[in-house]
């Protein structure tokens, strides 16, 4: 018997999964979807509370019992910053969902859930895991009350990384990767890039799936094919949407690459797009956590070329599956694409062993082992803190910020701040 299957056959429970985000699917809404469908096939009873008319109709389409809300939170980056009569609805509304559903246990997808999860779940000693797909900024982990959480999981070391020093002494804190869903990126019927590309056989195809906006630096890849197009034959496909489409559209002219360039609409059927005939794909952002795309991207055998920051070198390493480059950096860039163009072998060699490394690493089963592992910790066990306890712990944690050198400017930006999800 497997160490996932005696696991299996312990406590399995409820668990209320709650998600606050946009109204689309990225990475953490991804990763969510392929752990709902996990938990349910491995007898556990999930429930999604989230605010995503998007996320809640794929949850839908897996039989997961969903609810939507609107969701807001106090002093925190998003708009409405005060607003307490939704606030206070909300935590009526969690201890009547804990009850109605009889939850075990809670999993907040990300950290603004917690205002209102946590005071709840102490209040009726219910456990608490928080799930980190991003970095916080230590003024939104005391606003969101991260202390109060019962676990801490962040998807890389780079997510964790930031906190300080014993600052999360009371509860366990540990590092679960992302596991990568073959479904989603193999198809039996993949897209011609190249033939929509108007590409030749002789013209090397560089493929980039992702979002369109500025900690991505899709303008580097423009830049880059600026500097090669006198010299080789590049074509490049950006699929996806964001706040920078106009400027990119515009950079492309402003460079001449329009015979070069072309952009498709985001579009849910990414499995045609990874199984395409692109030669290799490239993203090379300022700041990633983990990194959701080069992972399916080398699951589909594409060679990747990508940024050497926290978090994507936690997954990849230089020369080995991947080519990392510094961020920002077009000259390296540019260096690394006549590296694949010019070296076929290279390619075959980063594109099976980077497969190879996702396959092992990153599975969905060895992230749901590491997960079911927290959840039978947490389910065989009280919540460690009281709400009185809370409430203490809380004040001695906002009294030592104040006091410490570098933070008694908090309360001055409670009114400002950026996104963290």
Same mark, same amino acid.
């Given at each position: 018997m497997t160490a996932f299957s005696r696991q299996d056959n312990r406590v399995n429970s409820r668990i209320l999964y709650v998600h606050y985000g946009e109204n689309w699917l990225r990475g953490s809404e991804i990763v969510l979807l392929d752990l709902l469908n996990t938990a349910k096939q491995h007898h556990y009873s999930p429930v999604l509370w989230c605010n995503s008319e998007v996320l809640a109709k794929q949850a839908t389409k897996l039989g997961i019992e969903v609810i939507i809300d609107n969701f807001v939170c106090l002093g925190y980056w998003t708009t409405p910053r005060w607003n307490f009569h939704q606030y206070f609805k909300l935590l009526f509304k969690a201890k009547k969902l804990l009850q109605h559903y009889k939850i075990s246990l809670v999993h907040c997808n990300n950290g603004a859930p917690c205002q209102w999860m946590v005071p709840v779940c102490k209040f009726m000693a219910m456990p608490l895991l928080l799930h980190l797909h991003a970095r916080y900024m230590y003024r939104d982990r005391l606003t969101l009350l991260f202390h109060g959480a019962d676990s801490v999981i962040g998807v890389s070391q780079s997510v964790i990384d930031i906190f300080k020093h014993n600052e999360f002494n009371s509860q366990p804190v540990a590092v679960i990767y992302n596991g990568i869903n073959p479904q989603r990126i193999l198809s039996p019927c993949p897209r011609n890039i190249r033939a929509e590309l108007s590409a030749k056989d002789t013209d090397f195809v560089i493929l980039y799936l992702g979002s369109l906006i500025p900690r991505k630096a899709?303008?580097?890849?423009?830049?880059?094919?600026?500097?090669?197009? *006198?010299?080789?034959?590049?074509? $490049?496909?950006?699929?996806? !949407?964001?706040?920078?489409?106009? @400027? =990119?559209?515009? %950079?492309? &002219?402003?460079?001449?690459?329009?015979?070069?360039?072309?952009?498709?609409?985001?579009?849910?059927?990414?499995?045609?797009?990874?199984?395409?005939?692109?030669?290799?794909?490239?993203?090379?952002?300022?700041?990633?956590?983990?990194?959701?795309?080069?992972?399916?991207?080398?699951?589909?055998?594409?060679?990747?070329?990508?940024?050497?920051?926290?978090?994507?070198?936690?997954?990849?390493?230089?020369?080995?599956?991947?080519?990392?480059?510094?961020?920002?950096?077009?000259?390296?860039?540019?260096?690394?694409?006549?590296?694949?163009?010019?070296?076929?072998?290279?390619?075959?060699?980063?594109?099976?062993?980077?497969?190879?490394?996702?396959?092992?690493?990153?599975?969905?089963?060895?992230?749901?082992?590491?997960? *079911?592992?927290?959840?039978?910790? $947490?389910?065989?066990?009280? !919540?460690?803190?009281?709400?009185? @306890? =809370?409430?203490? %712990?809380? &004040?001695?944690?906002?009294?030592?910020?104040?006091?410490?050198?570098?933070?008694?400017?908090?309360?001055?930006?409670?009114?400002?701040?950026?996104?963290?999800?």
């Open positions: 899709v303008e580097q890849l423009l830049y880059a094919l600026a500097k090669l197009k *006198n010299h080789y034959q590049v074509k $490049l496909a950006i699929v996806g !949407s964001g706040s920078e489409a106009a @400027k =990119l559209t515009h %950079l492309v &002219t402003q460079l001449n690459l329009t015979h070069n360039v072309k952009f498709f609409s985001a579009s849910d059927k990414v499995a045609e797009i990874y199984s395409s005939n692109a030669d290799c794909f490239i993203s090379v952002p300022l700041e990633e956590v983990f990194g959701l795309t080069l992972a399916e991207a080398s699951l589909a055998k594409l060679p990747i070329i990508t940024s050497n920051i926290p978090g994507i070198n936690e997954i990849y390493t230089d020369q080995v599956n991947a080519l990392l480059v510094s961020p920002n950096n077009t000259d390296e860039l540019v260096n690394a694409i006549k590296s694949l163009i010019d070296r076929p072998l290279l390619r075959k060699n980063l594109a099976s062993k980077a497969q190879k490394h996702i396959i092992k690493m990153f599975s969905l089963k060895r992230q749901f082992i590491a997960f *079911n592992l927290v959840y039978q910790s $947490l389910l065989q066990r009280d !919540s460690k803190h009281s709400m009185t @306890k =809370l409430i203490f %712990l809380h &004040t001695k944690t906002l009294l030592i910020a104040f006091l410490t050198k570098g933070y008694t400017h908090i309360l001055l930006k409670l009114s400002s701040g950026k996104s963290h999800d």
